[in-house]
């Protein structure tokens, strides 16, 4: 998968709409298209990474990132108090479909372990 045809690196060009809830730098955040709960969001690396064994190629400072703008959109639509799960499915038997490193921002339901 090139950056060419990536979706999410789409999204990030602004070729592909999204609902953008978060974006800065190196950080962007959007509705999931297929909401399985009643927030959630994907939270990206504009840099296009695959998976989690790609990560060292990002700064470490965007590496943070990920995580801080995941919990500063979970405190924008209010999930913070109620908590929220932050997953990344990585490789096949996760069921990755989007190979670009991305976060799941799930809450506003009680979500438990698969
Ligand atoms: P994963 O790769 O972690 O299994 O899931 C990829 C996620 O991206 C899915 O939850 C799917 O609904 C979402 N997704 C796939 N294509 C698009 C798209 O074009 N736009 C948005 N906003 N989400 C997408
Ligand atoms: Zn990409």
New binding site residues.
Partial sequence: MSEADC?FCK?GRGE?D??VVHDEDDVLA?????N?APV?L?VIPRQHVANLEEIGELPDGVVKRLFEVSSAVAEKFDVTEGGYTVR??NGRD?????FHL?L?VMGGRKLGMP
């Fill in positions: 979706i999204i592909i999204a609902e959007f509705k999931d298209i297929n399985k959630h994907l990344v499915n996760a069921g990755q479909e989007v991305h799941h």
